[in-house]
């Protein structure tokens, strides 16, 4: 995921973080989906999301309308939209979902495993009418093939829309794992660095100049194709796609992790980690450098990271714990050294197989909005 946060300008940059909200430990009333959540974004006044979900439905009433994989709600009330309802499926609905939502000029772009969109054809990506929810017919863009090459993760400018994911071709063009596109869904022809595996997280640094990619690779290589060890996050120039020279130090990540949600500050990237249960926070204000600040052993995988104002990080995913301490699928830690807060420690639920917890959290307006696996909060 991405943070779900779509700026006006490209070139905004912020000298402070926005003061961090108060967060409940009692959660809304809110409407849900009777499936997973892999995306929450905001835009005007509706938290749009997608996953892997068939109905919304209202928990008080029982009262619940079809939505497959893509739906919203309204921000304040958490009420679901009935006339909000894109269909996105595919010729095996086992394997079709929605991974990544992003807003750009004025669209929702949806990303993910499918193959249509209310009918019509549309491989792995789609934009769609915030307000009617109606594909826009310029935006056809063929990522990856028909079985394979998912998108897994979006991040917009005013100008482009990144993806990341398991795709080795858009549009008849090769890409590998990472591929940029102008707002109508052409493909930006000068953008093309590459990952030597799957891509699963997208990142824009604080001042926008450089977009961060997280997954599973350990090489990766900017427009010039030439390839450079890199541990699992790698940072290119928004613009060139030119190999940023960042780096995390060699042996700071094991072969086997997972780089699947990325939170930037000016002076920190922090990821959660599939694969050993991490969650890990790099430098950014040392140069190229990019020193291991700390690591976060959880008992179980950490699936997503937001930032919650300046100098708090919010994790989600399928952990009992957080650096010994007891915490149940989300926590509240501190930026400077990963230590949990005592003060926040509600407790995400599931039932049998529906217990993975947090895939994506958003801070929007004094709220943090929550998407996953789960059954219960608090």
Not at 29 to 39: H, I, K
Not at 67 to 95: E, I, Q, S, Y
Not at 246 to 270: C, F, K, M, Q, Y
Request: charged residues 20%.
């Amino acid at each position: 995921g991405s943070s779900g946060y779509s700026p006006t300008t490209s070139t905004t940059t912020y000298a402070t973080s926005p003061a961090a909200p108060t967060i409940n430990a009692t959660p809304d009333d809110t409407w849900m989906t009777n499936g997973r959540v892999y995306s929450v974004i905001r835009y005007g006044d509706y938290i749009y999301v997608g996953g892997k979900f068939t109905r919304v439905r209202n928990s008080p009433t029982g009262s619940s309308f079809v939505a497959t994989n893509l739906a919203r709600f309204d921000a304040d009330t958490g009420v679901g939209d009935p006339t909000w309802t894109p269909d996105v499926t595919g010729t095996d609905m086992t394997k079709t979902q929605v991974y990544s939502l992003v807003e750009a000029g004025g669209k929702i772009w949806v990303g993910g495993n499918f193959g249509a969109v209310d009918g019509i054809a549309r491989r792995n990506l789609a934009a769609v009418s915030p307000g009617t929810g109606a594909v826009d017919p310029n935006v056809d863009t063929l990522v990856g093939s028909e079985t394979s090459g998912a998108v897994r993760a979006m991040v917009a400018s005013s100008t482009k829309v990144y993806l990341g994911g398991g795709f080795s071709a858009v549009d008849g063009r090769t890409r590998t794992y990472l591929a940029a596109l102008d707002l109508s869904g052409n493909v930006d022809t000068a953008w093309k660095p590459k990952a030597s595996n799957i891509v699963r997280s997208l990142a824009f640094s604080s001042d926008r100049a450089t977009v961060f990619a997280g997954g599973i690779f350990r090489r990766a290589a900017g427009s010039d194709g030439v390839y450079s060890d890199r541990e699992s996050i790698a940072r290119f120039d928004a613009t060139s796609g030119a190999l940023d020279p960042w780096t995390i130090p060699a042996g700071s990540v094991s072969n086997e992790n997972v780089a699947v949600d990325l939170a930037v500050t000016p002076e920190r990237i922090t990821a959660a980690y599939l694969g050993s249960n991490y969650a890990r926070s790099f430098r950014l204000d040392n140069g190229n450098t990019g020193t291991m600040v700390w690591a976060d052993k959880c008992g179980g995988d950490v699936q997503t990271v937001t930032m919650l104002g300046s100098d708090k990080v919010v994790m989600g995913g399928h952990f009992s714990q957080v650096a010994g301490e007891k915490r149940t699928r989300i926590a509240l830690v501190n930026l400077s050294n990963g230590v949990p807060d005592p003060s926040w420690t509600p407790a995400v639920e599931g039932g049998p197989g529906l217990d993975n917890g947090p895939w994506d959290l958003l801070v929007s307006e004094n709220r943090l909005y929550v998407g996953g696996e789960f059954t219960s909060v608090a």
